[in-house]
């Protein structure tokens, strides 16, 4: 097992190494640049090449990479050139709330998506079934964005029940220790600041989670299903074994493979869901951060967050094949 | 769902302020005497208290405002810094303010300040003569490096021209010389008749030299993101900062010792909501009290239920943009036809808020330097057909350049605004190839660095009150948006700039802006009218056409 | 969105299950499923439906695509929901809402087709490359796919759009790029689980060559999940052309019928003109939805194991 991760994260070196060098490259082929970002309609060409200068903009992009990885190597990540923040600074400020967004959207996509699956999986073509599968395809359907200002309408406008964007109202008391709102609330026993963190979490979280929550219907369900056609189960039934016993010892531990799987799959669709959910609902986390970053061409964001995002990525993905060889002795990681 | 008080409250916040009114008239504007004793310098009605929560459009850059030029690092500035010279409530003619008054010298180079005296900064320094060379000298001794790109003193740039060192060192600004506790003299290296009018911009606010040097930037480092700028802003004015969370709010408190007339309420927060339709949507949840750029969609709407609208004199023009670099848009005829094409009044009905009114030059009627006597193009779609055709451009095909996923307070629906030019262009016979771009950087990029559009959209708002704010900033030598060499234009301007009164300037402006409608290298379409939302227990909002607005005389009835 | 099937189900020969009646074909059988399955059925009604609507627009659309006649009704605060000669109202450039509605049909038809074809054309080829000529090959070219997927697809969009400059060709190219992974891994799956299959030792052991082999015998066993896979993707293409043009990329006049700029241009109209958003909105999620119905269908329709 040890050695598994390890050669692992040798693995990863290569990939994010290359990942770096194709995103510096990249982003400046893009049109445009952050000099004419950050001057806006006051720009003028003796602006822009002094912006350039300054910023070191206007070396050979070989140079400019070295530079680069030279000070990546003691930590500096750079600064935005938007608003002039330390990349990483940024990051580690944004990043918790991704984090609690996209919980909440695992929590949803999970506690409603295994119970529905399972029980649809179990009475293949009864009417929970029908219902649940018509359902979760209507909800891969469904764009984000669209469920997003679908959500926003119904929610905030017309029932007025939420909030419509950021994270916390400006009139709650609230102080802010972890970045994880809902945690900071309880920690300084602002109940209110809690609760309204809470309350803003709701509609990015259901639009966010609508995708994973099918998926994960799917795909409990389907394995419900298999197991539930396994000889070992039609014996333990026939022999008279009581239903539900047979349903936590054998098709509960096997049918929880594919889900753990699944779940590692959705961190990476999540990251990048995060990025439009975000976005829309001005909720302050990494990904809106990025997309503004991206469309402002700010180089330094834009290298180090796809970059975080990609390391994250690959740990996550790690993390879930080391527990799916934990939950099932004989898939051993070779 | 909105916030209704019921007939009793209702009742209550007409009497409270009627009460405010009369009180307030009793006392003038901010720059009270001064000397009332004690801290407020105002009349003694109590504070109202309460917090006063107002939405932007976006984070602040820094709170230094010196290192900042964008309209939402500038709104907590205004609360917390002042400069020698104000605004007239209201208008963009400056006023005195830390400044009581000043006198400029004949040949235009040294202008003496008197100032006020009692002044204390928040951190209980005092504000004096030489706190406020110190500022001068601040400004002009900016270690070369980031500090000194346009991105950040983009206005000490644009004026005085130069640093003491560095790559730009032909200042305007010569130096400052304390002659007392209240009173300076600056000298100038050249006449700059816009000098005192563009001191009232925050860049040029009075800032604490002590909380400057415990906490600025070390050499090298970027000043926009010192300790100082992003956790220590200290001025004269009437909030005090409190905290920055950044992307989250800002939070200042009532400078209870302010010299002017204390602020009413307690708390001031705000926070940045970037679309137009979600602010909207908070001030009706009563998230807000107030905020700034509504979108044109949603006035109807708010003043439907009950929200009071606010709008802020036009002191922006959109202008329709031609490049002369591509044929045949370098003949007077095509684009005297473009603008006879063109019917003002239903671009303004189809894309603008109501109150809008047409533009017949390049500068709002609002600026010195407007004038009644331009030429003036009626839309006249035969005339327009008669024209290309003698200018033998009947097939005509134009690129049509316009922003997508943007709204600026002179441009609030591109989209629908270029989708009626269109329509207007097509009737007399032009081909229009619709170009659309992201705003920025790539719209930006295109027609301004480089020759790949035709004509397209865009437009300024005005910082100070100065036809060289807007004409200068377009005409005001060769480029790429416009791409036309005129020198005659090139040298009026220059000439004007370096007059040494308003007066002087007066007539030279107004030939510029006849001149330049005569020559047409594009077609000023209207002055958009921004506005700002408030809820209904808000009052005391005064709207100014350079967005001076201090919030002291703001209150939030409970 | 879709996930990528897994490789042991990458065979697309039908095989024989315990509900197939004997003496009947297996494709025969197969489609016999398919018939009778209710959800598979509408879907495929959709997808016809949508095709027909794009083919005929001219025909059933009451307008001309983006005739502007109406655009001296609309103002900031008031865009004209339905009345006489408008039957859903007017949209916010005064074209008829309807009609436009009609012919983004061919818009999403277009890109989604053109897109996903591209992208099953070259992630198919990077798959028998990657399972068909060897180690070396097959762990390059899996890298290559790794980096891609690593990368959110939307971002890749974007970049790309981004480059290739503002227009229908760029969105295109982007949206077939984020699915060249996804064919990749299940052509390379499909060579992989069909390497030890019994008629492939078979034709080795005859002598026949490699391409041939592939050519012949395992690409048209491939055939059933790469269309359930193309069908599938199909959803997404429509989806993401849409989703690029809510980020205001992706060029294309206004005047054009679009579904995705028709919702972003609804958006800040949604309080007094909900019929804006909701008019392309439900295109879009309908069109994905019948070809997500008939790709589950098929997908149901041709698997092994009877597992419906």
Not at chain 1, 104 to 131: E, H, M, S, T, Y
Not at chain 1, 134 to 160: E, M, N, Q, R, Y
Not at chain 2, 203 to 208: D, I, L
């Amino acid at each position: 097992m040890l050695r598994f991760i390890v050669r692992r994260l040798a693995l990863m070196v290569p990939v994010l190494v290359g990942l770096s060098i194709l995103l510096f490259v990249w982003i400046r082929k893009l049109p445009g640049d952050p000099a004419r970002a950050m001057l806006g309609e006051r720009a003028t060409d003796s602006a822009i090449a002094q912006i350039n200068q300054v910023y070191g903009f206007d070396k050979p992009v070989l140079q400019q990479y070295f530079i680069y990885t030279g000070r990546l190597l003691s930590g500096d990540f750079g600064d935005s050139t938007r608003d002039g923040r330390p990349v990483l600074e940024s990051f580690i400020e944004q990043f918790p709330g991704t984090i609690e967004l996209t919980l909440a959207a695992l929590i949803i996509a999970v506690v409603l998506g295994v119970p529905l699956g399972f029980a649809a999986g179990r009475r293949i073509g009864g009417w929970l079934d029908n219902f649940v599968v018509t359902g979760s395809l209507l909800g891969v359907a469904t764009p984000v964005f669209f469920l997003a200002i679908l959500l926003k309408l119904v929610f905030a406008d017309w029932l007025d029940w939420l909030p419509t964007s950021r994270r916390q109202d400006a009139r709650v008391e609230a102080t802010h220790p972890t970045n994880f709102y809902v945690l900071d609330g309880l920690l300084t026993r602002e109940w209110d600041a809690s609760w309204d963190a809470i309350l803003h979490l709701v509609l990015p979280a259901v639009a966010l989670g609508t995708i994973p929550l099918a998926i994960i219907v799917r795909i409990t369900r389907a394995s419900v299903a298999e197991v539930m056609g396994e000889d070992y189960v039609r014996t333990a039934i026939s022999k008279g074994l009581a239903p539900k016993l047979v349903n936590r010892r054998h098709i509960l531990r096997n049918a929880l493979l594919p889900v753990v799987t699944t779940i590692g799959l959705q961190t990476g669709l999540l990251l990048s869901g995060a990025v439009l959910t975000e976005s829309v609902f001005e909720f302050q986390g990494i990904g809106g951060y990025l997309f503004l970053s991206i469309s402002q061409r700010d180089y330094p964001v834009v290298q180090g967050y796809i970059l975080f995002i990609a390391l994250i990525y690959s740990m996550v993905n790690l993390a879930v094949d080391v527990s799916y060889g934990l939950i099932d002795p004989r898939v051993r990681v070779s | 769902m909105t916030l209704r008080p019921t007939r009793l409250r209702k009742g209550m916040v007409v009497a409270a302020a009627a009460a405010l009114l009369m009180a307030g008239c009793a006392d003038s504007e901010r720059e009270g005497s001064g000397g009332d004793g004690g801290g407020g310098g105002g009349g003694d009605e109590p504070t109202t208290g309460g917090t006063f929560v107002f939405a932007g459009s976006a984070d602040p850059v820094t709170l230094d405002p010196f290192f900042a030029s964008d309209g939402e690092s500038f709104r907590p500035a205004r609360q917390i810094f002042e400069g020698l010279v104000g605004t007239k409530p209201g208008t963009a003619d400056p006023a005195p303010l830390l400044a009581t008054s000043w006198e400029t010298s004949e040949d235009g180079l040294s202008t003496t300040f008197m100032l006020e005296t009692g002044v204390k900064f928040h951190d209980g320094s005092d504000f004096n003569g030489e706190a406020a060379c110190w500022n001068f000298d601040r400004w002009y001794n900016t270690p070369p490096g980031i500090g000194q790109t346009e991105d950040q003193s983009y206005y000490w740039i644009s004026l005085f021209k130069g640093f003491a060192e560095g790559e730009l060192t032909d200042s305007v600004f010569e130096s400052c010389t304390v002659d007392g506790e209240d009173q300076i003299t600056v000298k100038l290296t050249q006449p700059f008749a816009g000098f005192v009018p563009a001191l009232s911009l925050p860049s040029f606010s009075m800032q604490s030299q002590a909380a400057i040097e415990e906490y600025g930037a070390a050499e090298g480092d970027d000043p926009s993101q010192s300790a100082y700028a992003t956790e220590h802003p200290t001025g004269t004015g009437p909030f005090v900062f409190d905290s920055w969370e950044r992307e989250n709010q800002i939070t200042l408190q009532r400078n209870d010792d302010y010299w002017g007339d204390v602020a009413l309420v307690d708390t001031v927060q705000i926070v940045p909501i970037a679309e137009p339709r979600a602010r909207a949507d908070a001030l009706e949840n009563g998230e807000i009290d107030g905020f700034d750029l509504v979108g044109p969609a949603d006035i109807a709407g708010l003043e439907e239920d009950g929200f009071q609208i606010l709008e802020r004199p036009a002191f922006n023009v959109l202008y329709l943009g031609i490049n002369q670099g591509q044929k045949p848009l370098d003949d007077i005829r095509v684009r005297q036809a473009i603008a006879h094409a063109i019917d003002k009044d239903e671009v303004i009905s189809n894309s603008m808020p109501e109150g809008t009114v047409p533009a017949t030059q390049f500068v709002p009627d609002l600026v010195n330097g407007y004038s009644e006597d331009v030429t003036s193009y009626e839309h006249d779609p035969d005339k327009a057909r008669d024209l290309l055709a003698e200018a033998g451009a009947e097939d005509l095909t134009l690129m049509f350049n316009y922003p997508t996923d943007v709204t600026r307070p002179y441009m609030p629906s591109p989209g629908d605004t270029f989708n009626v030019i269109r329509g207007q262009l097509e009737e007399v016979g032009i081909t229009v190839e619709g170009t659309p771009d992201v705003w920025s950087p790539d719209y930006l990029d295109r027609v301004q660095g480089g020759n790949d559009h035709g004509i397209h959209l865009l437009g300024w708002t005005g910082d100070y009150n100065d036809t060289d704010n807007f004409l200068g900033v377009f005409f005001g030598r060769p480029s790429n948006e416009w791409g036309f060499d005129n020198k005659q234009i090139f040298d009026l301007l220059t000439e004007a700039r370096g007059l040494p009164t308003v007066e002087e300037q007066l007539p030279l402006y107004q030939d510029a802006n006849e001149q330049i409608m005569e020559f047409l290298p594009g077609i000023p379409i209207a002055s958009p009218v921004p506005s700002l939302a408030f809820a209904e227990n808000v009052q005391g909002y005064v709207a100014s056409p350079v967005q001076d607005e201090p919030w002291n005389l703001v209150s939030v009835e409970e | 969105m879709t996930i990528p099937l897994e490789p042991q189900h990458a065979t697309g020969v039908p095989t024989a299950r315990d509900d197939d009646e004997p003496g009947v074909s297996l494709w025969r059988a197969a489609w016999r499923r398919m018939i009778r399955n209710p959800a598979a059925i509408a879907g495929a009604l959709i997808v016809l439906a949508f095709a027909l609507v794009a083919i005929f627009a001219p025909l059933l659309a009451p307008y001309s695509e983006g005739v502007q006649d109406w655009r001296g009704d609309v103002t900031p605060s008031d865009v004209p929901g339905p009345r006489d000669g408008n039957l859903l109202g007017v949209d916010r450039y005064g074209a008829d809402l309807f009609s436009q509605i009609i012919y983004g049909a061919r818009q999403s038809l277009i890109v989604g087709v053109v897109s996903t074809a591209g992208g099953l054309a070259v992630g198919a080829l990077l798959g028998i490359i990657a399972g068909g000529l060897g180690k070396m090959a097959d762990t390059i070219v899996m890298r290559i796919v790794d980096i891609m997927l690593s990368i959110p697809s939307l971002l890749l969009a974007v970049s790309i759009v981004a480059v290739l400059g503002q227009e229908r060709k760029s969105v295109m190219i982007a949206i077939a790029a984020a699915q060249v992974p996804i064919f990749a891994r299940l052509l390379r799956g499909s060579m992989l689980a069909q390497r030890n299959a019994d008629y492939v030792l078979a034709a080795n052991s005859l002598g026949l060559r490699r391409r041939t082999i592939v050519m012949s015998h395992v690409l048209p066993n491939s055939l059933g999940p790469t269309i359930v896979q193309a069908t599938l993707n199909l959803a997404t293409a429509i989806i993401e052309v849409a989703a690029l043009s809510y980020l205001g990329l992706g060029g294309g006049d206004l005047a054009e019928a679009e579904w995705g700029r028709m919702l972003v241009a609804a958006q800040d109209r949604f309080d007094e003109s909900p019929q804006l958003a909701f008019g392309p909105g439900i295109a879009i999620l309908i069109s994905a939805l019948g070809f997500t119905l008939l790709g589950e269908g098929l997908r149901d329709a041709l698997d092994p194991k009877g597992r419906r």
